[in-house]
Each structure stands twice: as C-alpha cells, then as structure tokens.
C-alpha cells in the first residue's frame, strides 16, 4: 500500500475519457493505505472534481473515504483530495 502521494489523471485520455478518470481514481485510492490520502489532480479543461468525480466515488467508497477540493494547482489542473479511513 501506498501512503499520501498525488496521482496525475490532467493528461488528454482522461479529459476525453470521464470514465478512465473515474477507474484511474478509483484505482488509486485501492491502492492508498488506510488513515492516508492521495490527491487526485484532474484536467483543468473539466472544471471542478467535486461538479463530476466526487460523488462517483462517494458511490463507490461510500463511508469509507472523505474528499475535499483542495484547489485549482498551477499547471492548470484541480486537486481533489482524498482521504482513506
């Protein structure tokens, strides 16, 4: 298992493909050790996370995560934050 660490899903596949971006966060959070996070930085070009991404994993992770939109960074890209209970 990994502990917080900041996967990158802003490249072209994922701002065509909502749904690798959804699998890819997914995957990446499965892969983060519990009591940790990791911050999931998506795709400038498709605005906030918490508009499409947050409550997919809310679906998928129920209470078992906690997610909070940290900000936009400065490679154009959003950071959401996600925290492994």
């Not at 996070?37 to 906690?66: Q, R, W």
Request: contains cysteine.
């Amino acid at each position: 298992m990994v502990k917080s660490w900041s996967v990158s899903l802003e490249h072209e596949e994922y701002e065509n493909d909502i749904d690798l971006l959804v699998k890819d966060a997914i995957d990446a959070i499965e892969q983060t050790s519990s009591g940790c996070y990791v911050n999931v930085v998506t795709p400038g070009t498709l605005g906030n996370p918490d508009d499409y991404l947050t409550e997919a994993l809310d679906l998928i992770f129920s209470d078992k995560i906690k997610t909070k939109f940290i900000d936009q960074c400065g490679c154009g890209g959003y950071v959401l934050r996600v925290w492994k209970k």
